[in-house]
């Protein structure tokens, strides 16, 4: 069976930083694009950055400069370092990749989700 799951989110200060992680399991063939998104409560869910096989990378304007992220092929694993955190950071963070496996059938270019993890930021 094929899943991303997240760790990391936690509870932190204003101007603190927290790493998180997203690994995918399970027969993968390849994986193309790797992104982290959040949602806030009462807000909808919105695209934080993504990253492509190749190393390309792509940033909402609210995080430019602050987060950074990044993957190892190797483990099928996406990072989203977070610095200079803010009280409007506080959201879920899900992260979901576009891959090539099995998963019971052959997949093509699908997109898995991860459960999600919770980042809150106290100011």
């Known amino acids: 069976q094929v899943q991303l799951v997240e760790s990391g989110g936690d509870l932190v200060q204003a101007g603190g930083s927290l790493r998180l992680s997203c690994a995918a399991s399970g027969s993968i063939f390849s994986i193309n694009v790797m992104g982290w998104h959040r949602q806030a409560p009462g807000k909808q869910r919105e695209l934080v950055a993504t990253v492509t096989s190749g190393g390309s990378t792509k940033y909402a304007d609210s995080v430019k400069g602050r987060f950074t992220i990044s993957r190892d092929n190797a483990k099928k694993t996406v990072y989203l370092q977070m610095n200079s955190l803010k009280p409007e950071d506080t959201a879920v963070y899900y992260c979901?990749?576009?891959?090539?496996?099995?998963?019971?059938?052959?997949?093509?270019?699908?997109?898995?989700w991860g459960q999600g993890t919770q980042v809150t930021v106290s100011s």
């Open positions: 979901n990749a576009d891959l090539t496996g099995y998963d019971g059938s052959y997949v093509n270019h699908r997109d898995y």
